[in-house]
């Protein structure tokens, strides 16, 4: 079986974790960096063992040579527009042209198919993605890991440790938002890499956390519950945040504006997993929501 993975964004946290879970699983690994990467992480992917190549994403016969003998395209590249439809289009280009029958695509967020169009800029940016990639003749498997746990460490309405809040919206109480490390994100990623009978969609979640679920967890870490605060209804949530995307233009520009963070907050009170896919892979495991806040 041929386990040769590419990997595009490798010197990103969530990539470079990628090819080491990946080299951890006896594959082959190549990494494309631009000419500008940084030189350190380049050599610690190197020295990790990846066979790092250098292309520029606007040439495709280079970009098609570096997918070369690939059996899996892993893309982990952030960015606005530019990066998430154009640049990842350019290496799906490539990939198809070197005949790489699978690719994951930089999909690694709540599962953006349960929100309408204008919840969240940044996953309408990944269904375009989506409706690009479902034309082409590959294989696409996109991995949804909700939110990424160190989320819950920055003081986010949903745990602010400052204040010792945590907010919800009516009716959500007890709705479970998904969150993973990228730790094991990467881990289930590597996996799911080498794995040539995976669906369309995976989902994963380290962990399922309600406020009802963190209020108690709160009590049991810090001695007394953070006080629980309703904030209203999601539909006003919504109206309020194209309201402050309206207010503020020029947040189209940048990748984590307020009002997109405001949309990421959104997005976990408007879509969750009905099933996981956790056990596809028996041997992993998974980091609790203790373990992040300890």
């Known amino acids: 079986m041929n386990n040769t993975i590419l990997v595009a964004g490798a010197t990103g946290n969530l990539g470079e974790k990628i090819c080491h879970r990946l080299i951890e699983r006896n594959a082959h690994v190549k990494a494309i960096v631009r000419a500008n990467s940084d ?24 970009l098609q040579s570096a997918c070369a003998g690939a059996s899996c395209v892993v893309s982990t590249l952030a960015g606005l527009r530019e990066v998430i439809v154009t640049v990842q289009s350019q290496l799906l280009d490539a990939a198809v042209s070197a005949g790489v029958p699978r690719f994951i695509p930089s999909d690694f967020c709540t599962d953006y198919t349960q929100l309408s169009k204008g919840d969240n800029r940044n996953f309408d940016l990944r269904k375009e993605f989506q409706a690009l990639i479902d034309q082409r003749p590959v294989k696409a498997t996109s991995i949804f890991n909700g939110a990424f746990s160190y989320v819950l460490q920055y003081g986010i309405p949903l745990l602010n440790t400052k204040n010792k809040t945590i907010a919800y919206y ?57 006080k629980l605060v309703n904030e209203g209804s999601m539909e006003q949530f919504l109206i309020n945040n194209n309201a402050f995307r309206a207010e503020h233009p020029e947040g189209e520009n940048e990748l984590y504006p307020r009002w997109q963070q405001a949309q990421y907050l959104y ?28």
């Open 39 to 62: 030189a350190d992480k380049v050599k610690s992917l190197k020295d990790a063992g990846v066979d790092v190549i250098q292309v520029d994403f606007n040439d495709h016969q280079s």
């Open 170 to 226: 009516e009716d959500k109480l007890d709705w479970k938002v998904d969150f993973t490390t990228l730790d094991d994100t990467a881990a289930f990623t590597a996996a799911a890499a080498l794995d040539n009978d995976t669906p369309r969609y995976l989902n994963i979640a380290g962990f399922q956390v309600s406020p009802q679920d963190l209020a108690a967890l709160t009590e049991r870490l810090y001695g007394k519950a953070f």
């Open 267 to 294: 997005s976990m009170f408007a879509a969750h997993h009905q099933h996981l896919d956790n056990v596809r892979y028996p041997e992993l495991s998974w980091s609790s929501v203790e373990d992040v806040l300890k």
